[in-house]
C-alpha cells in the first residue's frame, strides 16, 4: 500500500472508523521513510530517589546518567518540534497569553529578569519594555528557529530593545551556559513550557539558583483536560514504556503546582487558574473522534518519531482507542481549556530546622 501526501489522513480516518484498517502502513512510501529508533525508558520513581540521593551526596556518576539522557532527549525533542512552528508561531494563541501572563507579573523598572524556555520572545520584549532601560532582560532558548525569529525582531526595534539579549542554550543546564554564570535575577519566567520537562521539581530547584534572595518565578502547568489528545498520547507511550517528548501526568490541580513549587523551597504567593488559554473555552467530542486524533497525533505530528516503527504503531493504535474511551462521560470526551499558573518566591532567609 502506497500512501501519497494530499488525502492519507482523510482516508486513514475513514477506514479507521468503518473497522477497515487496523494501523497505517507508511513503509512503502517514497514521501515517508520509517526507522527505528532506540527509546529511554525512565521509571517515575527513579527522578524523586536520585534527587534525594543528591541532596545527601550519595549520587554516583551511574545515578545521573538517566536524568542527564533525558533532558538531552528533552532538548532534541524540542529543537524538531518548535523550529518547525518558529515562523508563524507569533500568530498563533501564545502571542495573546503572554499578554495575559503579564498581568500577573508585578514587574518593575530597572529589574533583571531571565525569560526560559523564551521561544520568540513573545513575552521577553513585554517583560523589557516593563523593566526600561534601566533594566535587562535574557531569553534563553535551544532552539535555533525560535531564536532566530527573537533575534530578527530584537534588531528591528532598534534601541528600544537594547536591555534584551537572547542566548541559546538548555534551560535544564544554565550552568553550562557561560553568559549566565554567577548571574541572578528578580524575575525568572517560563510560559507554557513546564510540562515540557521530565520532572518538574528538579528544573524549578536549577532555576531558583538563578534567583535572588526574594526574586519571583511565574509560571504555569496544563489542566488535566487540556488539549486531551495530547494526554491520550502521553498515557499511550508510557503503557508502551516508550519516551514521550513532554510530561504534564503530575499537573492535576492548582494544588500539584503548589505542591511542586513548595517542594522546591519556595514560597508561593498565589496560584491561579487562567481559563481560555487558546480561547476555545471547553468543547466535547464523541467517541468516535478517537481515530482522528491518532492520526494527528501518532502519524502527522510525530516529529520526535516515537511511533515510527510500524508495529509499535499497530500497538498504540487499540491503546489510544482504549484511553481515549476512559476519558469519556456519557458518550463524550471534554476538553478544558485551562492552565494553572503559579506564582513563588525564593526565600530571603534559609528556613531553620525545628
Not at 112 to 137: H, I, N, P, Y
Request: glycine content about 8%.
Amino acid at each position: 500500500m502506497k500512501w501519497g501526501c494530499c488525502g492519507q489522513v482523510a482516508s486513514f480516518s475513514r477506514k479507521a472508523r468503518s473497522g477497515h484498517l487496523r494501523y497505517c502502513d507508511w513503509s512503502n512510501s517514497k514521501h515517508h521513510k520509517l526507522t527505528n529508533h532506540p527509546s529511554l525508558v525512565i521509571a517515575s520513581t527513579h527522578l524523586p530517589y536520585l534527587r534525594t540521593k543528591r541532596a545527601l551526596g550519595l549520587a554516583t556518576t551511574k545515578d545521573t546518567i538517566p536524568l542527564k539522557m533525558s533532558s538531552e532527549r528533552q532538548a532534541a525533542n524540542a529543537i524538531r518540534f518548535y523550529d518547525s512552528k518558529s515562523w508563524d508561531y507569533d500568530a498563533t494563541w501564545h502571542n495573546d497569553f503572554t499578554k495575559r501572563f503579564m498581568t500577573y507579573l508585578d514587574i518593575q523598572p530597572g529589574q533583571k529578569v531571565l525569560d526560559l524556555a523564551c521561544g520568540t520572545g513573545l513575552l521577553t520584549f513585554r517583560e523589557a519594555e516593563a523593566v526600561g532601560s534601566s533594566g535587562q532582560v535574557v531569553g534563553v532558548d535551544v532552539t535555533p528557529g525560535m531564536l532566530a525569529v527573537a533575534t530578527h525582531r530584537k534588531t528591528q526595534g532598534g534601541d528600544k530593545y537594547a536591555n534584551t539579549t537572547f542566548i541559546k542554550g538548555d534551560v535544564l543546564h544554565l550552568d553550562e551556559t557561560e553568559e549566565l554564570k554567577g548571574k541572578q535575577f528578580d524575575v525568572i519566567t517560563l510560559a507554557s513550557a513546564l510540562v515540557l520537562f521530565p520532572d518538574p521539581q528538579a528544573a524549578i530547584e536549577h532555576w531558583v539558583g538563578f534567583l535572588k534572595p526574594g526574586g519571583v518565578i511565574a509560571l504555569d502547568a496544563t489542566h488535566p483536560r487540556n488539549l486531551v489528545s495530547g494526554m491520550v498520547l502521553e498515557r499511550v507511550a508510557r503503557r508502551l514504556e516508550l519516551p514521550v517528548p513532554y510530561n504534564r501526568s503530575w499537573s492535576k490541580s492548582e494544588d500539584t503546582l503548589r505542591q511542586t513549587l513548595e517542594s522546591a523551597g519556595l514560597e508561593v504567593d498565589q496560584i491561579i487558574t487562567v481559563e481560555n488559554q487558546a480561547g476555545y473555552g471547553r468543547r466535547f467530542y464523541d467517541m468516535e473522534q478517537w481515530d482522528d486524533f491518532f492520526v494527528e497525533n501518532v502519524i502527522v505530528k510525530d516529529v520526535a518519531r516515537t511511533f515510527a516503527n510500524n508495529d509499535i504503531r499497530r500497538k498504540a493504535q487499540g491503546v489510544y482507542k482504549e484511553e481515549w474511551e476512559k476519558l469519556a462521560i456519557d458518550g463524550k470526551v471534554e476538553e478544558v481549556d485551562s492552565v494553572f499558573l503559579g506564582i513563588a518566591r525564593r526565600r530571603k532567609w534559609p528556613t531553620l530546622p525545628g
